[in-house]
């Protein structure tokens, strides 16, 4: 079996330590260099010590040879200039970071309070569902955030399906802590307590609104929580639509996909910590005339870096769960 070489820029964090994690164990990737800004120079076993391979040395970010493929786990506005340059190369970029999600320099512009560095580039890049969005033979794929990716497959076959209204959506999303990054929360100040943040200006909110279309907009709450992985999304939206023909216009789209599963009660995070799995549910609430859908997925996995492997596997034509686990873990 031929075998695709891979460089993982910005190795260091959480993100890139699941893609070291998954390409490891791919039966078709080597990930021949490992990237990292503070951390280069550092040995793998420094940095993440639970996984294999300890004495591979991180190196620069701009460090890597000529790969078939390059993941980017960086934060938001450090891929625009490291994934131009990849390209330029003829390497195939999957970017798990924000610069390339969007279609327009006014939706980006919106999301994030600034002008793109390449404007040309968005609308450009595949959106890395591969449930949902053609990829297949991309060069360039920009993978989603975790909330979106939980909204989106909650509800973008029921919008398709012309099942819900797709104004005045609403979405809550409870998320495990470690999608505020490696450092940026300390766990006494999450024992114990739950909390909202970027209540209506979430930057994740133009995205959902993109990836779900028809005209659709999105109120959006994010919700951190005292546990270390997963995230729970309830939408809700106005329906006339049975709780039978939602679910069932839910399976009709995800029965033949590996990683998706349309399941007849309240998903939990336990159940899809640890792989790239998303669990989905609906439900109809006859005395508001509301759809009430549920997803849970590993924020790190389905929402991050196995998601990012599902799209490369997609874009070089292997097969999709290749490198993947299946399975959560319990208890």
Not at 5 to 20: F, H, Q, R
Request: charged fraction near 20%; proline fraction near 6%; glycine fraction near 10%.
């Amino acid at each position: 079996m031929q075998v695709t070489e891979i460089a993982i820029i910005g190795a260091s964090g959480y993100a890139g330590g699941e893609l070291i994690r998954f390409v490891d164990q791919h039966p078709a990737m080597e990930a021949v260099y490992l990237g990292a800004h503070s951390q280069a120079g550092k040995t793998l076993r420094e940095v993440h010590p639970n996984l294999r391979g300890g004495d591979r040395v991180l190196g620069a970010l701009d460090g890597a040879p000529d790969v078939d493929l390059a993941f980017l786990a960086l934060p938001h506005g450090a891929s625009a200039e490291p994934a131009m340059a990849l390209l330029a190369r003829g390497t195939k970029v999957v970017d798990l970071g924000s610069d390339f999600r969007l279609d327009s320099a006014a939706r980006y512009r919106e999301a994030y309070g600034s002008d793109h560095p390449f404007p040309a580039e968005l609308g450009a890049w595949g959106y890395g569902i591969p449930e949902l969005f053609p990829i297949a033979g991309r060069d360039r794929v920009a993978a989603p955030g975790c909330y979106p990716t939980s909204a989106v497959l909650a509800l973008a076959p029921l919008l398709e399906a012309g099942l819900v209204d797709p104004t005045g959506i609403v979405v809550d999303s409870i998320s495990g802590v470690s999608g505020a990054g490696r450092d940026a929360v300390s766990f006494g100040a999450m024992d114990e307590s739950v909390h909202a943040y970027k209540v209506t200006v979430h930057r994740h909110r133009p995205e959902m609104e993109q990836a779900l279309g028809h005209g659709s907009t999105v109120v959006f709450t994010p919700h951190l929580a005292p546990m270390q992985r997963g995230i729970l999304t309830t939408v809700y939206a106005d329906s006339d639509a049975t709780a039978v023909e939602l679910n069932e216009a839910l399976a009709k789209v995800y029965d033949a996909a590996p990683f998706v599963e349309v399941i007849d009660q309240p998903p939990q995070t336990r159940w899809v910590v640890g792989s790239n799995r998303c669990l989905v549910a609906a439900y109809r609430d006859d005395r508001t005339g509301k759809a009430v859908v549920l997803s849970a997925l590993d924020n790190l996995v389905k929402g991050a870096a196995g998601q990012a492997v599902q799209c490369a596997n997609v874009m070089l034509g292997l097969d999709e769960t290749a490198g993947l686990p299946e399975d959560g873990w319990m208890p």
